[in-house]
């Protein structure tokens, strides 16, 4: 059963380049039916899709971060990247990592638990 | 393409019948997800594919609707059920949510 475990700092300073990795466990990133996914939810507000990469290495990013956002696969650890450069306060959110494509391209699960990065000097 | 959920809260008592309405701001084709979700959790997957009960998912949860009005039923509400869910939907690449339906105990 697939299973997604997200990781990184939980502090980043304005301007500064958030990174987060999700580790995949119980199934492989070289799944060519999956599209690894992050998500991110401010407090006390909605869900907000921020990309997705298969592992042909084609990435889909949602058009209002598309210019700060890049994701990456590591197939030697099974894992998947965020990268989302310039931040500002409005990056302070709880960040998941998801999967769709299995059984449907239309939904996403599982989901990480998520992790809170906080935006501040 | 923006989806509207209605109402923003539902309050109800265990036992009743909720009704949770999603609707998009063009057509998504049967492209509709459910979700759960309770404080301090992820989301839990519910219905996919509009209508599609997901894996482990009680069957008092329903789904139904296509093009741009879809409906979230719970037959019988109990106490686990009391949390906020979301529709969300996937335009070719794009994915969108909803801004979620709180359904608390009346």
Same mark, same amino acid.
């Given at each position: 059963q697939l299973q997604l475990q997200e990781s990184g700092p939980g502090l980043v300073k304005p301007s500064q380049t958030l990174?987060?990795? /999700?580790?995949?466990?119980?199934?492989? #990133?070289?799944?060519?039916?999956?599209?690894?996914?992050? #998500?991110r939810q401010p407090a006390g507000k909605g869900l907000e899709w921020i990309g997705r990469i298969n592992i042909s290495g084609s990435t889909n990013y949602n058009p209002s971060l598309k210019s700060r956002v890049t994701m990456s696969l590591d197939t030697s650890r099974n894992q998947?990247?965020?990268?989302?450069?310039?931040?500002?306060?409005?990056?302070?959110?709880?960040?998941? /990592?998801?999967?769709a494509?299995?059984?449907s391209t239309g939904m996403f699960a599982p989901?990480?638990?998520?992790?809170?990065?906080?935006?501040s000097s | 393409i923006v989806l509207t959920q209605s109402p923003a809260t539902l309050s109800l008592s265990p036992g009743e019948r909720?009704?949770?309405?999603?609707r998009a701001s063009q057509?998504?084709?049967?492209?509709?997800?459910?979700y759960q979700q309770k404080p301090g959790q992820a989301p839990r997957l519910l219905i996919y594919?509009?209508?599609?009960?997901?894996?482990?998912?009680?069957?008092?949860?329903s789904g139904s609707g296509s093009?741009?009005?879809f409906t979230l039923t719970i037959s019988r509400l109990e106490p686990d059920d009391f949390a906020i869910y979301y529709c969300q939907q996937r335009a070719n690449w794009l994915y969108t949510f909803g801004q979620g339906t709180k359904v608390d105990i009346k």
């Open positions: 990174s987060l990795t /999700c580790s995949v466990s119980g199934g492989s #990133i070289r799944n060519d039916n999956y599209y690894w996914t992050w #998500i998947f990247s965020l990268k989302v450069t310039s931040v500002t306060a409005a990056d302070t959110a709880v960040y998941y /990592c998801a999967t494509g299995v059984p989901w990480g638990q998520g992790t809170l990065v906080t935006v | 909720a009704t949770l309405s999603c057509s998504v084709s049967s492209y509709l997800a459910w594919d509009a209508s599609n009960r997901a894996t482990g998912i009680p069957a008092r949860f093009g741009t009005d």
